[in-house]
């Protein structure tokens, strides 16, 4: 009977060991080309271009990114995205939090109807239908080339709606039935009472809010003619534009890096929250 039980749990502890190798020999993988986008990003003109390449620079330089804000000026791109990523998730959050809240907490007529028909709906069909009526439609109010122009579609959006809703039906109505027979107005009970409580799913909603707008490539392309409305992805898909004849894969690089790194320290800084809100949205209605 030991012998039995040594054996399952030699084969479990063999199992997971073999898991972890496997897990870990593709996240080394995953992380080659990163490795080599730093590497680069820190390499002088002609050892960027050895055949076989380098991994670890022969001269560790800072050029590249001085190059990078000085003479490309990728400062501007830079504080482009910010703006446009920061509004977004403000704007974003608190109408799709607004929206979800009523339709988990309040009982009205065709409240069902609604969120299965008119917006569920929505979410079977490819954004890109919407890209020609929704240009048209920012041309005729005067937005293109404009911050607005660039944020305003993409406040609403369905799936957070969606993800709020479950998140909201994990909290109790108690909470909500206390404050109203304390007098406490909709409002004020939507901002002071379930709000708090929303925290983790609001700072997960917020982290991809951003991370769409930090890496905002196609829309800003359509609507955006002006230079000075660049944001960071744009910015990077015209860097060989600056160099002549031959290209400079560590300016290239050194861009890449600005632009992910952020995204990076937020991710590992927020990552248990992330994962919380993601366990707890699963609740089903």
Known sequence: MNTK?????SNKILA???????VFIVLIIMCIPFLWMLSTSFKTLPEQNLMPPTWIPHHF?????????KTIDFARPLMNSLIIAVVSVLCALVVNSMSAYALAKFDFKGRDNIFMMMMMSTMMLPGIITTIPQFMLLKYMGLLDSYTGIIIPGIASVGMIFFFRQFLYGISDEYIQAGRVDGASEFY????????MMRPALITQGFFTFLGGWNAFMWPLIITSNDKKYTLSLALNTLQNHFSFTPNYGVEMAGTIVVMLPMIVALVVLQKYILGSLTIGGVKE
């Open 189 to 196: 009970i939507f901002w002071k009472l379930i709000l708090p």
């Open 16 to 22: 997971t060991l073999t898991a972890n190798l496997i």
């Open 61 to 69: 330089i800072l050029q590249n990114y001085v190059t990078l804000f």
């Open 5 to 9: 039980n040594e054996k399952k749990i």
